[in-house]
Structure formats: structure tokens, C-alpha cells
């Protein structure tokens, strides 16, 4: 834990201060570039991006995780149209030295996203995603992709808006976001060595982000449940959630210390099942 707290004491104070100027400023990088932990979903899902050192006083398996994604600035089409068509493309790389959990990859795709033009306060859309993934750890590259349809609402309690506590200027606010969609993989030794497994499922995803407290304490829940239709090869029901505490020091909302959980079946680990707790060092732009 000692160096748990050496980590979070070199990298977390300086980050705040680093936090509180760019809250203040409006640069390039700001305007161009997203950073966040995956974009699985709609663009505008608050998932800070996560580092993780871990000490193990009962062995010698200390470990690091790493979870990025960056996201290049969007270009929109059909915006006179009242249609909006949203594209950008994603880098992502996850890393974890953890015995029981390794994974190295890094990937890069394109991501869509299309908006009906209706009147309608609560709005269809439709969610894309392809990509393409390099496993560092096995030496093999894996192909998903990921098709998904979603609401966007205009009035309180509908998915995308953003509700608070009877006051427009308060930052006690939260959203969510539901999803049903298809996803495709193509995942080299996922049960037997040298065969690529071709792997799809129809799953139901629910993403729910409140904030607690103004600029302050944010909790984050991510749920899914895949069913497979492709294989026998692993279980049919994949269920998986992450849940995450996050505080943010100092008045900003760009670098905090977060406490996750994870509990199922992760595709980054190929569908093993996983049960883990960590503390992180987080920032989203």
C-alpha cells in the first residue's frame, strides 16, 4: 500500500493543479482530442480514462493496469438536414501485468453515429463501431465489431438527458443510456490453439453516470449482457458490470482518484470471468 500511496501522492497533487488550468483555458487539444477509459458506447459517456498500480503484501504478483482511449475530433455530416451523421476515429490500448489477468492490446477503428432527423423528443440512434485489435501478449490480431441502436430524449427521464436537482445551474446532475445491439469477433486461440473462434452476440447494455456531489464525487455504472448465437465454444450468457466511485479534488473535473469493480465475463481477457476490486488514478479531457 506504501506504494499505492507514493503513486497516487507523485501523480494525483500535481494533476490537480494541472486540472484546475485547463479548466481555465480552451487549447487545441482540448477541442480535437477526447481521452477516456473505452468508447463502447455513445461519445458523450463520461468513463475517465484509468492507471492502476497494485502492491501485493501476500506474493510477489504486484502489478499495473493501464486503460486508455483517444478519441481524434469528430466530423458531422447532414447537420442542415436535421439527420446527423457523426464519424471519428478511436485508438485504444489496455495493458495489465496482473498473473491472473494479463492483457496487452492496442487497437484502432472508426466510430459512427447516426441521428434520425424527427421531431421527436425521444430520438432513435444508431451506433457503430469497427476494430481492429493487436494481442502484444499472444502475438495475434482480433477483429471486432459492434452495431447498437439507442434513445436520445429532450425531457426529464429519458435516456441522454441530463437531469438535475430542480436547479439548471447545479451540478448534482446525472444521465443514462440504454443500448440493445449485435456484436461480431474474431478471437485467434479463444479455446483451442492455432483456430480462430468466429464469435457474435446480441447483448443489452445500460450505462448510468450520476454526480453526487458538483465537480466532486462521481459514480459510474456499466452493465451488459451478451448472449451468444454463434458458438458453443464458452458459455452462452456473458454477463459483466463495472461500477466506479470517482472523486475529484480540487474543484475540476479532469483528474481523480477512483475506486472500480468488475464482476463477469470480460472481452478483453476472452470472456474469462473476472472479479476485481482497484483503486486508480483517473482523467478524462
Given at each position: 500500500?506504501?506504494?499505492?500511496?507514493?503513486?497516487?501522492?507523485?501523480?494525483?497533487?500535481?494533476?490537480?493543479?494541472?486540472?484546475?488550468?485547463?479548466?481555465?483555458?480552451?487549447?487545441?487539444?482540448?477541442?480535437?482530442?477526447?481521452?477516456?477509459?473505452?468508447?463502447?458506447?455513445?461519445?458523450?459517456?463520461?468513463?475517465?480514462?484509468?492507471?492502476?498500480?497494485?502492491?501485493?503484501?501476500?506474493?510477489?504478483?504486484?502489478?499495473?493496469?493501464?486503460?486508455?482511449?483517444?478519441?481524434?475530433?469528430?466530423?458531422?455530416?447532414?447537420?442542415?438536414?436535421?439527420?446527423?451523421?457523426?464519424?471519428?476515429?478511436?485508438?485504444?490500448?489496455?495493458?495489465?501485468?496482473?498473473?491472473?489477468?494479463?492483457?496487452?492490446?492496442?487497437?484502432?477503428?472508426?466510430?459512427?453515429?447516426?441521428?434520425?432527423?424527427?421531431?421527436?423528443?425521444?430520438?432513435?440512434?444508431?451506433?457503430?463501431?469497427?476494430?481492429?485489435?493487436?494481442?502484444?501478449?499472444?502475438?495475434?490480431?482480433?477483429?471486432?465489431?459492434?452495431?447498437?441502436?439507442?434513445?436520445?430524449?429532450?425531457?426529464?427521464?429519458?435516456?441522454?438527458?441530463?437531469w438535475r436537482f430542480d436547479n439548471d445551474g447545479a451540478d448534482y446532475r446525472g444521465t443514462y443510456y440504454p443500448y440493445l445491439g449485435y456484436e461480431y469477433n474474431e478471437i485467434p486461440d479463444?479455446?483451442?490453439?492455432?483456430?480462430?473462434?468466429?464469435?457474435?452476440?446480441?447483448?443489452?447494455?445500460?450505462?448510468?453516470?450520476?454526480?453526487?456531489?458538483?465537480?466532486?464525487?462521481?459514480?459510474?455504472?456499466?452493465?451488459?449482457?451478451?448472449?451468444?448465437?454463434s458458438t458453443n465454444a464458452i458459455k452462452n450468457d456473458l454477463p459483466l458490470i463495472n461500477i466506479a466511485l470517482n472523486y475529484y479534488p480540487g474543484n475540476q473535473s479532469h483528474i481523480s482518484?477512483?475506486?472500480?469493480?468488475?464482476?463477469?465475463?470480460?472481452?478483453?481477457?476472452?470472456?474469462?470471468?473476472?472479479?476485481?476490486?482497484?483503486?486508480?488514478?483517473?482523467?478524462?479531457?
Open positions: 500500500m506504501k506504494v499505492v500511496l507514493k503513486y497516487l501522492i507523485t501523480f494525483v497533487l500535481p494533476g490537480i493543479t494541472f486540472g484546475q488550468v485547463v479548466e481555465k483555458k480552451t487549447t487545441w487539444f482540448k477541442d480535437n482530442v477526447s481521452i477516456r477509459k473505452t468508447f463502447d458506447g455513445s461519445k458523450n459517456e463520461n468513463k475517465p480514462a484509468t492507471f492502476s498500480l497494485y502492491e501485493n503484501h501476500k506474493s510477489d504478483n504486484d502489478y499495473i493496469n493501464a486503460d486508455v482511449a483517444i478519441k481524434i475530433k469528430e466530423w458531422e455530416l447532414f447537420e442542415d438536414s436535421g439527420t446527423v451523421l457523426t464519424l471519428f476515429p478511436v485508438a485504444e490500448y489496455h495493458r495489465s501485468t496482473n498473473e491472473n489477468d494479463k492483457k496487452d492490446k492496442l487497437s484502432a477503428g472508426l466510430n459512427t453515429e447516426f441521428y434520425f432527423g424527427s421531431k421527436w423528443n425521444l430520438k432513435p440512434y444508431l451506433l457503430s463501431n469497427v476494430a481492429f485489435k493487436r494481442n502484444f501478449m499472444e502475438g495475434i490480431n482480433e477483429i471486432k465489431y459492434v452495431g447498437q441502436i439507442s434513445l436520445f430524449g429532450t425531457k426529464p427521464g429519458q435516456p441522454g438527458y441530463k479463444l479455446v483451442t490453439e492455432g483456430t480462430t473462434e468466429i464469435m457474435s452476440a446480441i447483448f443489452f447494455r445500460v450505462f448510468l453516470e450520476h454526480w453526487f456531489s458538483p465537480k466532486s464525487v462521481q459514480v459510474t455504472i456499466d452493465g451488459i449482457y451478451r448472449n451468444l448465437i482518484i477512483g475506486l472500480d469493480y468488475k464482476n463477469g465475463y470480460d472481452p478483453d481477457s476472452k470472456f474469462t470471468h473476472v472479479e476485481i476490486t482497484s483503486l486508480n488514478l483517473k482523467f478524462n479531457f
